[in-house]
T-cell receptor, first 115, second 112 residues
């Protein structure tokens, strides 16, 4: 069965500092991996996705993620954090189905940005 | 701006009321999803419609009744809900195999 672990429940970084959010997954085949961001009271916005190919994936808002099969990881990074990045971040692994994919989410990491 | 539109944004209802949540997308996606999200938790899948047919029901109580009248529209009919059903209800859609899901902003539901 597929599963996702986000080891950090909360992370606080200073504005302008770099960021790395950790994500480890368990899946029997080549995974479809996603990072979503959720601001308070809003839905989930897709930051980036990995299906295959280049293991370094670029996303929106200056985010990137690196797929490491040997470590079963898909960590999210940003070189310089802005105050508007404060939100909750969810990593998800998708099992492809005929209609799309069935997502399993990690528990989420809440990012706080201090000025 | 989200491409998946959910209405209403907020809903307060009593345990004996009947109400409906609505979700609409015009991206040509053929799969649509309902999720329930409690505070400080990730979304939990409730239902999936594929090509307007119910594909997945994750053992959701019958007081939640989904409906997909056409490929752009998804409804969730609510009846005799319990206080523990208070949550954010999210709709999503996706284009095809392995493709990412696009989420709406959700309906915040409160049961009195």
């Amino acid at each position: 069965a597929q599963s996702v672990t986000q080891p950090d429940i909360h992370i606080t970084v200073s504005e302008g500092a770099s960021l790395e959010l950790r994500c480890n997954y368990s899946y029997g085949a080549t995974p479809y991996l996603f990072w979503y961001v959720q601001s308070p009271g809003q839905g989930l916005q897709l930051l980036l996705k990995y299906f295959s190919g280049d293991t370094l994936v670029q996303g929106i808002k200056g985010f990137e993620a690196e797929f490491k099969r040997s470590q079963s990881s898909f960590n999210l990074r940003k070189p310089s954090v802005h105050w508007s990045d404060a939100a909750e971040y969810f990593c998800a692994v998708g099992r492809p189905m005929e209609y799309g994919n069935k997502l399993v989410f990690g528990a989420g990491t809440i990012l706080r940005v201090k000025s | 701006d989200t491409e998946v539109t959910q209405t209403p944004k907020h809903l307060v209802m009593g345990m004996t009321n009947k109400k409906s949540l609505k979700c609409e997308q015009h991206m040509g996606h053929r799969a649509m999803y309902w999720y329930k999200q409690k505070a400080k938790k990730p979304p939990e899948l409730m239902f999936v419609y594929s090509y307007e047919k119910l594909s997945i029901n994750e053992s959701v109580p019958s007081r939640f009744s989904p409906e997909c009248p056409n490929s752009s529209l998804l409804n969730l009919h609510l009846h005799a809900l319990q206080p523990e059903d208070s949550a954010l209800y999210l709709c999503a859609s996706s284009l095809g195999v392995g493709q990412p899901q696009h989420f709406g902003d959700g309906t915040r539901l409160s049961i009195l």
